[in-house]
């Protein structure tokens, strides 16, 4: 069975991926940092009878990625990694001169520093695989938004980087992924005073699916996109 290794899995697009996956027959490492949530996913996900190991922590942790990549030698390999697991940086969202610079870093250590630590962690398996790697990015990576700039910043930083390592590993599948809006509690924690109507994360899972399906070259993506060629 494929092998992959989702962050940020309890919740919106990384919980309804891995059941999608779980679904397919893939087994799982499913990583978040609230373990009670994470088991509640990872309960709903092993209803498809495949193997999913639920890895409680915070990414930015080194050991923490460290036993995700030990769980997922566990399961016999890996085969796609998902960078999902996101931080704003600020809570709800600021303009840049309000922007505290801890939690700029903050933002940067979980989108674009605990990434490519995993990265380092999972490379040597995903060769053995000729994997992937797909990574959750957003439009605020190449639009400007007001109070997006802190966020946005490492989403940026984070397309950036999966452009280098698709360079570098050509061996590999590496993309980045814009999944437009969704009804997450990280929007409604950036912007609390949204009162629009947001498609759910489920709606998206089935353009990361038709990634993993054709295995399009490395390279970023929109899911809208994706969506309207696959209709």
């Not at 931080?87 to 969202?93: C, F, I, S, T, V």
């Amino acid at each position: 069975m494929p092998v992959a290794i989702i962050t940020g899995a309890s919740k919106g697009l990384g919980r309804a991926l891995g059941v999608a996956l779980a679904e397919r027959g893939w087994d799982l490492v499913l990583d978040a940092r609230t373990g009670s949530v994470l088991r509640d996913a990872a309960a709903e996900a092993g209803r498809y009878g495949t193997r999913v190991v639920a890895v409680a922590g915070d990414v930015t942790d080194a050991a923490h990625r460290a036993e995700l990549v030990e769980a997922a030698k566990g399961l016999g390999g890996l085969d796609l990694l998902v960078n999902n697991a996101s931080a704003l940086g600020a809570e709800p969202l600021v303009r840049l001169e309000a922007l505290d610079l801890d939690g700029l870093r903050a933002a940067l250590e979980t989108n674009v520093v605990a990434v490519l630590g995993l990265v380092h962690g999972t490379l040597g398996l995903l060769r053995e695989a000729g994997g992937a790697v797909l990574s959750v990015s957003s439009d605020a990576a190449v639009e400007a938004y007001g109070t997006w700039g802190g966020y946005g910043a490492s989403k940026a930083a984070l397309d950036q980087l999966s452009a280098v390592l698709a360079v570098e590993e050509p061996e590999l599948r590496v993309w980045a992924v814009d999944p437009g809006d969704m009804r997450t509690d990280l929007y409604a924690a950036a912007v609390p005073q949204d009162g629009d109507v947001r498609p759910e994360p489920e709606t998206v899972v089935p353009a990361l699916l038709r990634l993993l399906d054709e295995r399009p070259a490395s390279g970023r993506y929109t899911a809208s996109a994706l969506s309207a060629v696959a209709r």
